[in-house]
């Protein structure tokens, strides 16, 4: 007997989903930064942690939504 399991979303939706978490991951990794001492740090306001990593980030949760509202084309046997 085959136990088959039907996930709510197919197996490329599942895929995008991860690309798309690993994008934000890379986006929140952007915006790391600060001291551990206290001390006040100009490069807290630098570009890459103000702006890109932001929009980075926006962007892997725009694409998470693709992700799950995209549908594939379904191949017939």
Known sequence: M?????FALPK???VLLAM???IILIGFS???GGTNDGTYNPEVFNK???TVGPMIALFGFFFEIFAI???PKSEEK
């Open 12 to 14: 490329k939706n599942l």
């Open 2 to 6: 085959e136990n088959k399991t039907n």
């Open 20 to 22: 798309g978490f690993v």
């Open 48 to 50: 890459m942690r103000i």
């Open 30 to 32: 952007c915006m790391i």
């Open 69 to 71: 509202l995209w549908n």
